[in-house]
C-alpha cells in the first residue's frame, strides 16, 4: 500500500519560511518523480515543483527563486523549503508521486498539509 505523509505545514507571516516533508512508503522512492502541488477553494491544483530519481527540479514561475525542491532516497523523503513566502502561496499543499511506465501514469497523492501566510 502506497502512503505519502506530509508534514511541516502552519501559519507564519509574510516574508518567513517554512520546510514540508513528504515521507513515502509503498514505492521503491529513488525512481519516482516526486512533486509538490497546491490548491486554494475554487481553484485548480498546480504545480509547484517536481523532482525526478536524478534529481532534476522543475518549478513554477511564481516560486522560483523562493522555494527549492530536494529529496533524500535513504530516507524516502522529499522536501520543499520555502523562503520568502507571501500571503498569495496560501494553500493546501500536496506530495505527489508520479512514473510512467509505456503509456500508462502511476500516481499518488498525500492528504495535503496547509499552508497559511498571514500577518
Known amino acids: 500500500q502506497v502512503q505519502l505523509v506530509e508534514s511541516g505545514g502552519g501559519l507564519v507571516q509574510p516574508g518567513g519560511s517554512l520546510r514540508l516533508s513528504c515521507a513515502a512508503s509503498?514505492?521503491?522512492?529513488?525512481?519516482?518523480?516526486m512533486g509538490w502541488y497546491r490548491q486554494t477553494p475554487g481553484k485548480q491544483r498546480e504545480l509547484v515543483a517536481t523532482i525526478t530519481g536524478g534529481t532534476i527540479s522543475n518549478y513554477a514561475d511564481s516560486v522560483k527563486g523562493r522555494f527549492t525542491i530536494s529529496r533524500d532516497n535513504a530516507k524516502n523523503t522529499v522536501y520543499l523549503q520555502m523562503n520568502s513566502l507571501k500571503p498569495e502561496d496560501t494553500a493546501v499543499y500536496y506530495c505527489n508521486a508520479h512514473r510512467t511506465i509505456l503509456t500508462t501514469i502511476l500516481e499518488y497523492w498525500g492528504q495535503g498539509t496547509q499552508v497559511t501566510v498571514s500577518s
Open positions: 509503498g514505492i521503491i522512492f529513488s525512481i519516482w518523480t
